[in-house]
């Protein structure tokens, strides 16, 4: 790594030593978008002797949402880094992302050199001389933000940031370098398998934090950080606080009362690989389980204790199964609107338990602490009960209207997706229209990922997600994504070729922002032109860009099956485009709420639709499915 060992110390570039220890920490990949003030960190990576490994995308938001992707199909660190100005400020996004779903991230950001500051540096983001104070931008987004002026507070300080990432509740952490601090030389303990020295308290006078100081000689405390932020050595991952006992009684009284209990598990078991003890506490209590939104695969969708998907995009299974429930088992959600959409008024009349590191969104028992040791703690204390679950049917699917133009609809394009999708593959869905069929209707594979970031909601989060994933882990990685999201981020197939990444880019074409078209046609009168789009032939255009991507165009399910078996025995990347109609009304249920009221209205006496005379021609029943 260029140190220099001096007696018992070994002497390196700041650059050398961060490197080295997030080699040291098990981390493959730093994902990001070079320039001047970061150049120095990734010639660092590149000489590192083991397997870490740089990769440059395309935008710096696709780069986070790569580390985002790495970090959730590993549950280990993911990293990004990238330079100042534009660069910093374009990975906001997608650490709001990180912060809001809780993915550990760390991200390391230049910055221009010190003795700049202040003083018209290009790009100087220090808070001086009116210049705006990059600490303020990135602390709302992040559980830890601190600038590294002196090359000695870094050990202590990215031991810091390590651990606060991976402390309950995780998220993103923030580490800003300016171009001198990367290049200054320190001098650490030359201990085998670890570079943090034995004192950091020296560092704090050599960094910024954002918070309050706490006390003299101590690092400045850093806002939503708790404990953790204090805890200086060895970076590592902690369970943190405990769920209370109080309230664990009482949660264990009333699961105890309860003859038939329904099971809402979310992203935090899925995220924190508690899928065992989930699935051993709901045998347990012969429970049934739902999933939020965001977290298909948290539990087996072919079990007979499956009732589908909660929320707005859901089944109505899940209702008529927390009906009969004498009590609900929220874990590792807070149970936001979009999975608790049509079930509000069951939940305020029945007692509610939440396992999570944070208070639910409803009025519940908190058992705050990590999700899987405190699901063990509940199946130790509460009695077995019989094994079967209350009989309820198995989730049904929402089918489309016939149609009378011969195009494909969302339920053939998805079922042709779930025909062709390994069991151990990752699946990324992006926003909109097709989000909300792919969640809906395509279940989750047995042995990987589904994953859909319902944390901001950002279209185009998959292009670089799903590519992160699949460099990750080595699998085939199934990105679902509409043509909004692939013209915002779409161009990250270009990271996936570079890099041979195993993605299968499923592009389904509509032509349209078609969840603000369907928005307009239900709540505002009828669809404006702006949001409809003049054909585009995105196959084509990606078969030309990059002769090494495996390109195919379906017109039938069978077409679409047959692209996607072939692009899981490629070695690469592949794309696979379709097209559909954008009118289609997909599975959300504020949707076909308004769909089936306005349907009720158009059959009343003196009924006029409400569309303009080009709209007119798209008069004809609303698809549902």
């Known amino acids: 790594m260029g140190g220099t060992e001096v007696g018992m110390t070994c002497r390196m570039r700041l650059v050398d030593y961060v490197a080295g220890e997030l080699e040291r920490i098990g981390v493959r990949y730093v994902f990001g978008v070079g320039g001047a003030n970061i150049e120095d960190l990734y010639e660092a990576v590149h000489r590192a002797p083991g397997r870490i490994r740089g990769v ?102 990215l031991a810091r940031a390590i651990t606060v990432a991976q402390t309950e509740p995780r998220g993103p952490v923030v580490l800003l370098l300016p171009k001198d601090a990367q290049q200054a030389h320190l001098e650490v303990p030359a201990v085998t398998g670890s ?37 200086a050595g060895t970076p590592h991952a902690s369970a943190g606080p405990q769920p209370d006992p109080a309230c664990l009684g009482e949660a264990v009284g009333v699961l ?129 009960r019989p094994p079967a679950c209350a009989a309820h049917h198995p989730p049904s699917l929402l089918r489309p209207a016939p149609d009378p133009a011969p195009t494909l609809g969302y339920t053939s394009v998805i079922g042709a997706i779930a025909e062709a999708l390994p069991q151990d593959a990752h699946v990324f869905v992006d926003a909109g229209n097709v989000g909300a069929a792919a969640i809906h209707a395509l279940p989750a594979p047995r042995d990987g990922r589904f994953v859909v970031a319902v944390g901001m909601g950002g279209m185009g989060y998959t292009f670089g997600a799903g590519t992160g994933a699949a460099l990750a882990t080595g699998r085939r990685t199934y990105v679902v994504a509409g043509d909004g999201a692939f013209f915002m981020h779409g161009m990250e197939m270009h990271t996936a070729v570079e890099y041979g990444a195993p993605v299968t880019f499923v592009i389904l074409n509509n032509n349209a922002h ?94 006029r639709p409400i569309h303009d005379e080009e709209k007119n021609t798209h008069d004809r029943p609303i698809q549902v499915g």
């Open 256 to 384: 105890e009362e309860a003859s038939h209990v329904m099971v809402i598990a979310g992203e935090g078991a899925a995220g924190t690989r508690a899928r065992e003890e989930l699935a051993g506490l709901v045998r347990h209590l012969g429970a049934c389980v739902a999933v939020s939104p965001d977290a298909k695969d948290v539990y087996d969708n072919r079990s007979p204790r499956f009732v589908g998907v909660a929320g707005v995009m859901g089944h109505p299974e899940v209702e008529d199964c927390l009906r009969r429930a004498d009590a609900c088992l929220l874990v590792g959600t807070r149970l936001p609107v979009l999975a608790r959409g049509g079930l509000e008024s069951l939940l305020t009349g029945m007692p509610v338990v939440c396992v999570d590191p944070e208070p639910p969104f409803v009025p519940g028992i908190p058992l705050l602490g990590p999700v899987a040791d405190t699901l063990r703690t509940l199946e130790r204390r509460l009695s077995p």
């Open 56 to 157: 440059v995308a395309k935008h710096e938001f696709s780069a986070v949402t790569m580390a985002d992707g790495y970090a959730r199909t590993t549950a280990r660190l993911g990293v990004v880094a990238a330079t100042s100005g534009g660069g910093a400020m374009n990975l906001v996004p997608g650490l709001a992302e990180a912060h809001a779903s809780r993915i550990p991230v760390l991200a390391l950001v230049g910055q221009p050199p010190t003795f700049q500051e202040g003083r018209g540096a290009f790009q100087d983001s220090s808070g001086k001389a009116g210049s705006f104070d990059a600490l303020d931008v990135f602390a709302p987004v992040s559980r830890f933000c601190a600038r590294v002026t002196e090359p000695d507070a870094i050990p202590g300080l």
């Open 514 to 607: 078609a969840m603000c078209v369907t928005r307009e046609e239900l709540f505002q009168g009828g669809a404006r032109l702006e949001n409809v789009f003049h054909p585009s032939r995105i196959a084509a255009g990606a078969s030309a860009m990059f002769p090494r991507l495996r390109v195919a165009s379906a017109g039938t399910p069978a077409q679409l099956r047959s692209a996607l078996l072939h692009s899981n025995d490629c070695g690469g990347p592949a794309l696979v485009a379709v097209d559909l109609d954008h009118r289609e009304t997909p599975p959300f249920q504020p949707f076909l709420t308004a769909s089936a009221a306005g349907a009720g209205a158009a059959d009343a006496p003196g009924h």
């Open 195 to 231: 570079a943090v020295p034995a004192n950091t308290g020296a560092s704090a006078s050599a960094a910024r934090t954002s918070g309050k100081r706490t006390a003299a000689h101590t690092p400045l405390a850093v806002r939503g950080a708790g404990r953790a932020a204090q805890r």
